[in-house]
């Protein structure tokens, strides 16, 4: 019985030896370290390594954005290192998972952080996971990106060390109602998720509007896991807007879309982001997918030769070559923007520790996915101009050469509105 | 008016969705007097079985309905088998069989990941015609047939459960396993039956629920906890009940969103189940068969 | 173990294990280097009081709870909110969690007695769905867009001066384990106690017996609530931030897991149980994407293979070597 109980007392033990090894080994800096328990998916470089640790959605629902930004990190970070690396640092990528949990995430950075080894950390897609985590980041003084579009977490100017190199939603939902205005729209309704991208950039969507004088029909809610969306939408119709913004996360795009087509809408929708394939297959296609507008640094590709941006192509070369497919979430440009900013600040600091890189991120002007990042502006952010786009027929068309060549009254005269 | 009518309509056809999870719930309580959290992932495991037969293997429809069908049959099965039937024999108690439920549910969610990746699968449309319009509210076609599907379903159960002989058989062995088995029914193979069945029955809406949707690892998990809540209202075990209850809460639902806020739609449901639970746990057809009050 | 141990060895034994609990964060840090291992001890520490908390409902009087994680927030929330917006002192807004959680405990189990097991863990996992669509819908607090009790923002909570370290939080949260141990033991033993496990062993008896069934299952229920959401109340200040997902069902079925994996109804089993979880948990999670797929399938075995947890399955081996002995002696005296 003793035995019993020197046994389980034994199994504890090693468990927790287990545990703090495998801990002690991926924080060691350099040299023969234990990378056994990584799944594989880093081979270990010899000499000087610079170590970033990921905090990224990877199961669960929505979890094909945290997917997508893990291999754009992960396709920026081999090109990179075969480019000399940071400063001849070779760069290694640890992914946590956060299964879409705030607290989860916050776990997670409390464990990149204590382990105190990593030189900078990168995520999440999920706004919510960056607003719980870059306060203990900024504590801890380690050079941070975040990936999520949300521009609530950007608000505080106390947290220096976080920049982003990814679009926010505030800059870009003035331009969404500027973009109403100039089709000649006076009224929207709008629907969004109460996820905390889909909330904020609604709210910030309302309050532009309020001061250019677009008036909001009416604001609809639903939760991020929701399907059926028949009683906002009648709502919605019943309010009898020029058109609708949509403000929504994930899974419900498609479905909405769908619904709202089906209940006799034909008229204009508006996206908070650009509206991807994933979500125009499930939405039905051409023609319910067709005339959704959105003002966004990107465009989800579905086929290589409908880009006509150099570097872009490149890129969705590149990443069709690694991974045998494209990108199916635009979180992957995210993720490769993020990493050549970092890559730039590096050049120009000369160095890799926290304080050099995160002055040096304040020279970076470089050529991105979406048009040029410059972080000379003080703002931490990269992108202050983007594209307003229209979806017809499956292509994104930009908005001034679709109005040019009479895609307006084309819509006019097959969807039968007056507006 | 019409806004009414088109909120009726979509009340309906959720509420059908709703009904067949709680239809599976009663059913398995009928039959094991057992509760089983993996239901909802039941539907997405039909969606991606769908996927694979429909879309991966190019089989027709009906074909691929069928195979659906039976797969997920064999899978309660399997389930009751491995994992039911070896708790049962050990005489644990049923917090251990709910927990299994729970763990076979991560299961679902995760191997689905793995095997399908994170991406929402698109499924095409199963039949020719996209939407229809009736009383001038339109719908996709699928939301039409799942409401038609579990109205016949619902019926074809509870003949089955009263009138043959092998779902008095089934009936019986829920009752009194002992006295069951002494009369010469096979206890476990009913039971078997039993869990297949449910898991079939949810496999049929995720092919509905699939091309209306999309596919995602998470469909069904909501809907399966929402299922209860029908189940509940309508009196837990009962054909009839689970299938009444499922509408009435996809009509609360909808119309909670249609007049008054769609940020209150999912606590609707949980109130329900709770108020229900609290006032009148035998719900609104007085289950006589509910052990648990 | 109490039985089958006499007191000359259960010393040694004790004050071993008291040496090592008290060494602990100081070897770990020597041995790993850094105080991430630390930090899972605090969060073992806090998961021992909340779960012994079910366990006190579940173990000892029989009602199922899979919505306890909703108790947890319920503390977390009122500590956390208290603290940060209203510069409450923490020894005043972590009771004041423990005990809100312990009222609505109480409110809930007033209705849930009457419910037996099934309907039981039905009614409480709606009440944690309720509970996280209330603080999900809630207005925000404060003008600052961090701090609301949405779910887009959860509430971050300030640092605590004097746990500036995860090693000083191992002795603070130790005091209280110990602390709650010693009171649920002593509780166990009381009359309240016997109250209950007669209720789980038999409520018709129980009640023919002269127990009042429905004021004791309410007094489980709200100590239990207690026990949790004073957890709640501490892990909302160690790991500074908390959302209204936690009271979803998941969190629920982990303390639940926890418990069963330990053992139900023991003073060691909810101990043996979240450490045993934790470190699982933390071992799988560097297989990312495929960690919670691993954790499904462990917990199925788990429970398929040893319905009685780690706990209860030595407890038996122990009971069957024990018989297998005796049979050996008796065998070996009759020859």
Redesign the interface.
């Known amino acids: 019985m003793k035995r019993r109980m020197i046994a389980i007392l034994l199994a504890l033990v090693m468990l927790f030896g287990l545990v703090a090894c495998g801990n002690n080994g991926t924080t060691n800096n350099g040299g023969t370290t234990n990378n056994s328990g990584e799944g594989g998916d880093t081979t270990e470089p010899e000499g000087e390594t610079f170590r970033i640790g990921t905090y990224l959605q990877l199961t669960g629902s929505n979890s094909v954005a945290g997917n997508s930004g893990k291999q754009g990190i992960e396709l920026a970070v081999k090109q990179i290192n075969e480019q000399g690396g940071f400063n001849g640092a070779t760069v290694v990528v640890e992914n946590f998972d956060t299964q879409g949990s705030t607290e989860e995430a916050v776990k997670v950075v409390q464990k990149m952080l204590s382990g105190d080894n990593y030189d900078a950390i990168i995520g999440s897609v999920n706004s919510n996971e960056v607003s719980a985590c870059i306060g203990y980041i900024n504590e801890a003084k380690v050079y941070n990106f975040g990936l999520g579009t949300s521009a609530t977490w950007m608000e505080d100017d106390s947290m220096i060390y976080t920049f982003r190199a990814s679009c926010n939603n505030n800059r870009i939902a003035p331009l969404d109602v500027d973009l109403i205005k100039e089709l000649g729209y006076d009224s929207v309704a709008i629907m969004n998720g109460t996820d905390d991208t889909g909330a904020s950039t609604a709210d910030a969507f309302e309050a532009a509007c309020e001061e250019k004088g677009v008036t909001v029909t009416t604001r609809q809610q639903c939760d991020s896991e929701d399907t059926d969306f028949t009683g906002q939408i009648s709502q919605i119709i019943s309010s009898d807007p020029d058109c609708v913004f949509m403000s929504l996360i994930g899974t419900t795009f498609g479905p909405f879309v769908k619904q709202l087509r089906n209940s006799g809408y034909k008229g204009m929708i508006g996206c908070k982001e650009c509206f991807s394939a994933e979500y125009q297959n499930v939405a039905g296609g051409s023609p319910n997918t067709d005339y959704i507008f959105y003002v966004y640094p990107y465009v989800a590709y579905t086929d290589i030769n409908d880009c006509e941006i150099p570097n872009m192509k490149a890129f969705l070369e590149a990443y069709q070559a690694e991974y045998g497919e494209l990108p199916a979430h635009e979180s992957a440009y995210r993720g490769y923007d993020t990493m050549m900013a970092m890559w730039e600040a590096s050049k120009i600091a000369g160095a890799n520790d926290d304080e050099s890189l995160r002055e040096a991120t304040h020279q970076v002007v470089c050529e991105g996915l979406g048009g040029t990042m410059d972080f000379t502006d003080g703002s931490r952010e990269a992108y202050s101009d983007f594209y307003s786009f229209v979806l017809v027929g499956g292509k994104d068309i930009l908005v001034e050469d679709w109005l040019a060549d009479g895609g307006y009254e084309e819509y006019l005269a097959t969807t039968g509105r007056d507006r | 008016m019409q806004t009414f009518l088109t909120l009726l309509i979509s009340g309906l056809v959720i509420g059908g969705i709703y009904g067949l999870i709680a239809l599976g719930y009663s059913l398995i309580y009928r039959a094991s007097g057992l509760m089983s959290f993996a239901q909802g992932d039941m539907v997405t495991l039909g969606a991606y079985l769908g996927i694979f037969y429909y879309v991966w293997l190019g089989l027709p429809i009906l074909v691929a309905l069928v195979l659906t069908f039976i797969t997920a049959f064999l899978f309660g099965m399997a389930l009751e088998r491995g994992v039911i039937r070896t708790l049962l024999k050990k005489n644990v108690i049923p917090i251990y069989i709910v927990l299994a439920t729970i763990a076979v549910s991560y299961i679902i969610q995760n191997l689905a990941q793995a095997v399908f990746g994170s991406t929402t699968q698109w499924f095409p449309q199963v039949f020719p015609v996209a939407n229809l319009t009736l009383f001038g509210v339109t719908n996709q076609t699928e939301a039409y047939a799942s409401f038609v599907i579990s109205i016949i379903l619902m019926i074809a159960l509870h003949l089955f459960m009263t009138k043959t002989k092998f779902g008095t058989a089934m009936r019986g062995s829920a009752m009194d396993p002992l006295a069951a088995e002494s009369c010469g029914i096979n206890t476990s193979l009913s039971t078997g039956i039993t869990w297949g069945l449910a898991a079939s029955i949810a496999s049929l809406a995720g092919m509905m629920l699939g091309p209306m949707y999309g596919v995602f690892t998470t469909l069904g998990s909501t809907i399966g906890r929402k299922g209860f809540a029908g189940a509940v209202v309508g009196g837990y075990g009962n054909m009839y009940g689970a299938m009444i209850g499922g509408l009435l809460l996809g009509l609360a639902e909808t119309f909670v969103a249609g007049y008054i806020d769609g940020t209150y739609k999912n606590q609707i449901a949980y109130i329900i189940l709770i108020v229900f639970l609290f006032v009148k746990p035998t719900g609104i057809f007085n289950e006589k068969a509910i052990q648990d009050v | 173990m109490n039985n089958?141990l006499s007191t000359k060895?259960k010393l040694p034994?004790g004050i071993a294990v008291a040496v090592v609990v008290l060494a602990l964060p100081f070897i770990?840090q020597l041995?790993?280097?850094?105080?991430?291992?630390v930090?899972?001890c605090c969060?073992i520490l806090v998961y021992v009081i909340a779960v012994s908390g079910l366990d006190i409902l579940?173990g000892y009087s029989g009602q199922?709870s899979?919505g306890h994680a909703a108790f947890f927030v319920i503390g977390a929330y009122t500590s956390g909110l208290l603290n940060n917006y209203f510069n409450t002192p923490l020894w005043l807004t972590i009771p004041a969690g423990a005990l809100l959680a312990t009222g609505i405990g109480a409110l809930l189990a007033w209705?849930?007695s009457?419910?037996?097991?099934?309907?039981?863990?039905?009614?409480t996992?709606?009440?944690g769905?309720?509970v996280y669509?209330?603080l999900?819908?809630s207005p925000k607090i404060g003008d600052s867009?961090?701090g609301f009790t949405?779910?887009?923002?959860?509430i971050?909570v300030i640092n605590i001066p004097f746990l500036d370290n995860?090693t000083k939080w191992y002795f603070f949260l130790l005091f209280f384990v110990v602390i709650f141990l010693l009171a649920k033991q002593s509780l166990i033993h009381s009359r309240t106690g016997r109250a209950f496990m007669a209720i789980r062993e038999n409520t018709h008896a129980a009640n023919g017996m002269g127990v009042n069934v429905r004021k004791n299952k309410i007094i489980a229920f709200a100590v239990s609530a207690f026990y949790t959401g004073f957890a709640g109340a501490v892990y909302v200040h160690l790991?500074?931030?908390?959302?209204p997902?936690?009271a979803q069902?998941k969190q629920s079925?982990l303390f639940?897991?926890m418990l069963?994996f330990g053992g139900t109804g023991s003073l060691v089993g909810p101990i043996?149980g979240v450490?045993?979880i934790e470190?699982?948990l933390?071992?799988i999670?560097?297989?990312?994407?495929?960690?919670?797929?691993l954790?499904?399938?462990l917990?199925?075995i788990v429970?398929?293979a040893l319905?009685?947890g780690?706990y209860g399955g030595?407890k038996d081996?122990?009971v069957s070597?024990?018989r297998r002995k005796e049979t050996a002696k008796l065998a070996k005296s009759d020859q």
């Open positions: 089958t060895k034994i770990l041995i790993a280097g850094n105080d991430y291992s930090m899972i969060i579940f199922i899979l209705p849930a009457k419910l037996k097991f099934h309907f039981l863990s039905l009614a996992v709606a009440f769905e309720i669509y209330f999900y819908v867009s961090i949405n779910d887009y923002m959860g971050n995860y790991i500074r931030y908390i959302a997902a936690t069902q079925v639940l897991t069963l043996i450490i045993f470190l699982l933390e071992l999670r560097p297989l990312q994407e495929y960690q919670m797929l954790y499904g399938i917990l199925l429970i398929v319905p009685g780690l030595v081996a122990i070597l024990k």
